[in-house]
């Protein structure tokens, strides 16, 4: 594989690293304020925060499943080679498991995507009544 091609399997590798450590640090922040009853942050930027948090890490994750689609369907098209004269033409466990990869960052995505928009949600809330809860 050269190592452009290398380069980005790298990237999606990273951002669905980075994203699982963001979405880390958001639970132990969401559990947190749920113990203690605040927020880390004072309440306007806490919000304004995860919106745009949210929002950076979403893209990312679309943005690396979609490099890493356009290399699978090379790969599966012949017109990128692994190593000397192997492509993904044939099933293996290499090729089965980008596209499992890819797949599972689509989905992650999907995910992070309802999540910007609660924190969206959170955001009109909190311009409207000046308070990140609708009640």
């Known amino acids: ?26 639970i ?13 942050l004072p309440e306007m930027i806490q919000v304004w925060f995860d919106f745009g948090h949210d929002q ?3 893209y990312l994750l679309l943005s690396a499943s979609s490099a890493g ?9 012949g017109h990128i080679w692994i190593v000397l004269d192997h492509s993904c033409k044939d099933a293996n466990a290499f090729c089965i498991q980008s596209d499992i990869a890819i797949s599972l960052g689509f989905g992650a995505f999907l995910f992070l995507a309802s999540v910007c928009l609660l924190s ?14 609708h009640l």
């Open 1 to 26: 594989m050269e190592a452009t091609n290398a380069c980005l399997y790298v990237y999606v590798f990273a951002a669905n690293a980075i994203n699982c450590i963001y979405s880390s640090a958001q």
């Open 28 to 40: 132990a922040l969401v559990m947190w304020e749920l113990l203690k009853g605040n927020t880390l």
């Open 56 to 58: 950076v890490f979403a």
């Open 69 to 77: 689609t356009a290399l699978a369907q090379n790969l599966r098209n």
């Open 120 to 133: 969206g949600f959170r955001v009109a809330c909190f311009i409207i009544t000046n308070s990140r809860f």
